[in-house]
């Protein structure tokens, strides 16, 4: 019995260790031409300009089936387009009082059976300093098919004297005749489908600017009821907390990365200090239940990239920008890096629980995996450059400019099922990537 089961653990080490070995990154330099293998490289096969009334496109997503799009643009209209012509399938209004100069009604996610998709609204329409919360649409005609109730605030700390939960109806009131905004009401950041579409986790932060950042908290919802199953609260981990700053953070927290890893059930985020955590149900549950936002468990650590730059004093505090996780669940991938603009692309290995590679330093902000071998970069700035890289050869398959191969370095999705890949190019124009060869499963 001993026996077999030292073969067993000696199999289990050399398959992570496989796992690990295959996934390589491709030398990209900062400055001049990139190139790419010409024999396995992927191109821009079709450009599609979609009939949205020459509106200006704020965000893109595959509907399920693979053949068309659902657009959010700036006008705040939503629109499902054909992807074989750009013609229009149908097209809604969403419109808010508080539209900032470059923003829309934000596509998340679509579900896995294409029935839905989830995006937000707004508090009240008729009011410019109200927020947004969570709301599920149908992809048959874009009319909203259930609401759910805005989240306030929860964060206390005493260290840091600060609480933004309700407090009352008479400071409400105040405020109101002030012309004061709330500060107790959370708006919604980000949302995805977990659990083949049978939950939704979504991700809030405070509702103003300034310190406020570091109020962020992740909810799982049941998709089918609306009724919230589990509630995390932002908080350091004590090895880096500073408590005289808003949940121990001592850097803004401008990004709350997170990714559902689905043969754990469990979530990964990042933070602002450079950590990645690991959460399950347990975790979550001891969190919520406590009032104090210093002493709320942050979950444990799982990863701590560190910068290899020479410019750097700090090297374990890089701030984590984006996350992806291989659909097989074994490989992460994040960036990470400082304002000053030292970023870096790390694969970490969730088996074996090593580095697996760090890149040179990179403006990398948008990141997906999906599959084990591509993956699909985007830079961290509007004017940084879209990359598709095959992690098993460490090859570069295809690369962006500033000419008839310009993609948006942060408009991009995946097709659900098939190597294929849209984007925004320049103007209102979408084109479809592909590799050689035509189109294969992921």
């Known amino acids: 019995m001993r026996y077999t089961s030292l073969v067993l653990s000696f199999v289990f080490i050399s398959l992570a260790t496989n796992a690990q070995s295959v996934v390589k990154f491709p030398t990209i330099p900062n400055e001049g031409s990139n190139f790419t293998n010409s024999e396995s490289s992927w191109s821009i096969q079709s450009r599609i300009t979609p009939s949205i009334d020459g509106q200006t496109i704020y965000n893109i997503r595959y509907h399920a089936d693979g053949k068309s799009a659902i657009i959010g643009t700036t006008d705040f209209y939503l629109f499902r387009i054909s992807l074989l012509d750009g013609s229009m399938i149908w097209k809604t209004e969403a419109k808010m009082f508080y539209q900032k100069e470059f923003d829309g009604p934000k596509i998340f996610d679509v579900s896995p059976d294409g029935k839905s998709f989830l995006s937000f609204g707004q508090t009240n329409p008729n009011v410019q300093s109200s927020e947004r919360y969570l709301l599920i649409r149908s992809t048959d005609t874009g009319g909203i098919t259930k609401v759910f109730k805005p989240e306030f605030s929860l964060f206390h700390s005493i260290t840091a004297d600060i609480d933004y939960r309700y407090p009352g109806d008479a400071v409400k009131l105040s405020r109101e005749e002030s012309g004061l905004a709330p500060n107790w009401i959370l708006t919604i950041d980000s949302a995805k489908f977990i659990d083949q579409g049978k939950r939704i986790l979504a ?9 406020h950042f570091y109020d962020r908290r992740l909810i799982v919802y049941d998709t089918m009821t609306g009724k919230k199953i589990n509630d995390f609260q932002l908080t350091a981990d004590p090895n880096t907390a500073d408590w005289t700053q808003p949940a121990g953070f001592e850097i803004a927290h401008y990004q709350f990365p997170y990714q559902y890893l689905e043969k754990r059930n469990t979530i990964l985020y990042g933070n602002a200090h450079g950590r990645i955590h690991e959460l399950n149900e347990t975790n979550m549950n001891q969190n919520s239940k406590i009032s104090l936002v210093e002493e709320k468990p942050a979950g444990p650590i799982i990863y701590i990239p560190e910068s290899d730059s020479e410019d750097l004093q ?129």
Not at 205 to 211: Q, T, Y
């Open 314 to 442: 700090v090297k374990d505090r890089q701030t984590i920008r984006s996350m992806a996780i291989t659909p097989d669940g074994n490989t992460l991938y994040c960036s990470g890096g400082v304002e000053s603009g030292y970023i870096q692309l790390y694969a970490f290995n969730l088996i074996s629980k090593k580095e697996i590679f760090k890149s040179p330093i990179m403006d990398v902000g948008e990141i997906l995996a999906p599959s084990s071998q591509i993956l699909v970069l985007g830079g961290f700035t509007s004017s940084g450059k879209f990359y598709i890289v095959d992690t098993k050869k460490g090859e570069l398959l295809f690369v962006s400019d500033d000419n008839e191969n310009y993609i948006h370095p942060n408009l991009f999705i995946t097709h659900p099922k098939q190597k294929e890949i849209l984007a925004l190019s320049t103007g209102n124009q979408i084109v479809i990537l592909r590799p050689q060869g035509g189109t294969s499963s992921w």
């Open 203 to 211: 991700s809030y932060k405070h509702n103003m600017d300034g310190p």
